[in-house]
């Protein structure tokens, strides 16, 4: 939206977390805004305070937020009302303002399991091998178990406390068989095997470091899916890997234009346009021009 067209109708969404300077999300939702004739602007805001944040949300009316790092846990309680989903997960990623009530939401999940199945992969039956036990491997577990049950579903961490805590509450909500190994090298050769379908949630191979895989490459058969959640770069060395080894992939840019379009309906209770997200994001990570992006 260019400045003449701002003025005293303009409707606000934003983005809140630390840092916010490098996000996609300004440029991909104020896109949408104008393919959609809108008149809503979007902005970043870097938060310190996370009550005065959400404060100053509900006194100006800003009509929704999406929340990034390091707030998706600890907006929780300044809350009016939190999506059961969500709070099954214990992480929102998504503020809805409704006269006043803000509503906590998170669209990793579903953004996550629509990925999949938009590259004919279904998640529910399968054995299915999660890397990593933070907010996104919590968001993606939970909706794995509530949505498309695995035949098996495989933890795979370094901070114990986590998976100890996301293993018992997976088991609250489905009666799908959880297991959690610590992740080395050791245990991903026994597990790899007898996987069908592989999640990275760990920021391994992000950029910068855009070298680095969460697993060996001999590791990797055709027999498996891929699915990345990082997406800067759009082809991670794990996907790269993935693809020599004959296995199918799932690049991370699909979760992230999912959730964004899932935020978008949320708050302006329209289809989103998904052919102007994923233009936005093409012309933002261009492999020869890589930026971090949240």
Not at 119 to 142: E, F, N, Y
Not at 163 to 183: A, H, I, K, N, P
Not at 207 to 213: D, E, F, G, L, Q
């Amino acid at each position: 939206m260019t400045e003449e067209r701002i003025n005293a109708q303009t409707i606000l969404c934003c983005l809140i977390g630390n840092p916010v300077e490098h996000s996609l999300s300004p440029a991909l939702h104020n896109a949408c805004f104008r393919e959609c004739g809108l008149n809503w602007v979007y902005v970043a805001f870097r938060v310190t305070d996370i009550a005065g944040g959400l404060a100053g949300i509900r006194a100006l009316g800003i009509r929704g937020a999406s929340v990034t790092i390091p707030y998706k846990i600890s907006a929780l309680k300044y809350l009016d009302d939190i999506d059961p989903v969500a709070r099954t997960i214990g992480s929102i990623n998504t503020i809805v303002n409704q006269d006043g009530c803000l509503i906590g939401f998170n669209s990793d999940g579903t953004g996550a399991l629509q990925a999949l199945r938009e590259q004919g992969h279904d998640p529910a039956g399968k054995r299915i091998l999660v890397l990593g036990s933070g907010g996104a491997a919590r968001a993606i577990c939970v909706s794995l178990a509530l949505h498309a049950p695995p035949q098996i579903l495989t933890i795979m961490g370094i901070v114990q406390d986590e998976m100890v805590t996301l293993e018992r509450d997976l088991r609250t909500v489905s009666g799908c068989v959880v297991q959690t190994q610590q992740l080395d090298t050791d245990t991903l050769a026994r597990i790899l095997p007898e996987t069908d379908i592989v999640i990275n949630c760990t920021p391994v191979g992000m950029y910068p470091n855009i070298h680095a895989s969460p697993i060996p490459a001999a590791f990797l058969k055709p027999r498996h899916v891929v699915f990345d959640v990082v997406y800067n770069p759009l082809e991670t060395r794990l996907l790269l890997d993935a693809q020599k080894a004959g296995a199918a992939v799932v690049p991370g840019i699909g979760m992230f234009i999912n959730q964004a379009a899932v935020q978008f309906q949320l708050w302006t209770g329209r289809e989103a346009p998904r052919h102007i997200m994923h233009e936005v994001v093409m012309q933002h990570l261009r492999p020869h021009d890589q930026k971090s992006g949240a």
